[in-house]
């Protein structure tokens, strides 16, 4: 996961030409928010709402207010540890690649001076702090080592994990989601709509190309007690799984981009770096 670093520096960016940037480019200025800093005297073309009353009276010349321009925006990335992430059938396990590309947008938030903060849905285990550089960064990643090593015992579900989200991000954050399709019917349709009215979402959905495509043969699954045979060439059983599995993946990824989410779907033997897509640009492939 250090090594995906490599990936998240080939994202685009803005080329610079005579007169600046070309583009769209990242700005370590977030906005001029709402920290008060100093005040000085007015000039011609200071908005008049920031006017210090207070100093202009007892100066008798009008001042205005300035406010700490915000530098550091917040990416906090929910991984979602249900039991359906730790499968897979090609490459990797869908965790491992929730794992890699957390870990590539995580390089890639603090590439742009984000605070990286990480979490998921756990009673018991407290988010990890934000922090900035290759320190949070790392910390994000160890947690991430830790959390898709193997199922945890505490997952409360993906629902719980949004709740602590939307409790810890500040307005102008950035939420960043790694969640299979069936987690997603804990989260409800309110609690997209109110992070996305106040933050940059985004969704990447993990997917496994037998559940999205399921062979037309019998199959034997073990289903914790005996062996079971499912007949996926006809026709009931192949609608059930697809209703089961390809359904919720189609559904999201029509319906949240609609709310302001960016959502894609990635899937176990694809190139991780396309989850970059979900942060607003696509990544640059090696030559």
């Not at 550089?133 to 959390?147: I, K, N, S, Y």
């Not at 990447?204 to 005996?226: C, H, I, K, M, Y």
Request: overall charge positive.
């Amino acid at each position: 996961m250090v090594a995906l670093r490599g990936l998240a520096q080939r994202r685009a960016t803005a080329k610079v030409g005579r007169v600046g940037m070309s583009g769209p480019a990242p700005s370590t200025l977030r906005g001029r928010g709402m920290e008060y800093a100093e005040s000085r005297e007015y000039v011609t073309g200071d908005d008049a709402r920031h006017i210090d009353w207070r100093l202009t009276a007892r100066s008798g010349r009008t001042h205005t207010k300035l406010f700490q321009a915000e530098r550091e925006r917040l990416t906090l990335l929910v991984a979602d540890t249900s039991p359906h992430v730790y499968f897979g059938t090609r490459a990797r396990f869908k965790s491992v690649q929730a794992a890699r590309a957390a870990a590539v947008m995580a390089w890639a938030a603090v590439a742009e001076g984000d605070r990286v903060a990480a979490l998921r849905g756990s009673a018991a285990e407290a988010p990890v702090p934000p922090a900035q550089g290759a320190r949070g960064a790392l910390r994000v990643l160890d947690a991430l080592r830790r959390w898709y090593s193997g199922p945890p015992s505490d997952d409360t579900g993906l629902g719980l994990a949004m709740d602590r989200a939307f409790r810890m991000l500040r307005p102008g954050g950035r939420l960043l989601v790694l969640a299979d399709a069936g987690s997603l019917d804990q989260v409800s349709q309110a609690r997209w709509d109110a992070l996305a009215a106040y933050h940059q979402v985004g969704l990447v959905l993990l997917t496994d190309a037998l559940e999205q495509q399921p062979p037309r043969s019998s199959l034997p699954f073990w289903n914790g007690r005996a062996a079971v045979d499912v007949d996926l060439d006809s026709a009931g059983p192949r609608q059930q799984w697809r209703a089961r599995f390809a359904a919720p993946v189609a559904q999201a990824l029509e319906h949240l981009p609609r709310r302001g989410i960016a959502t894609m779907a990635l899937a176990t033997d694809a190139p991780v770096e396309q989850c970059l897509s979900v942060l607003g640009r696509a990544p640059v492939r090696a030559a």
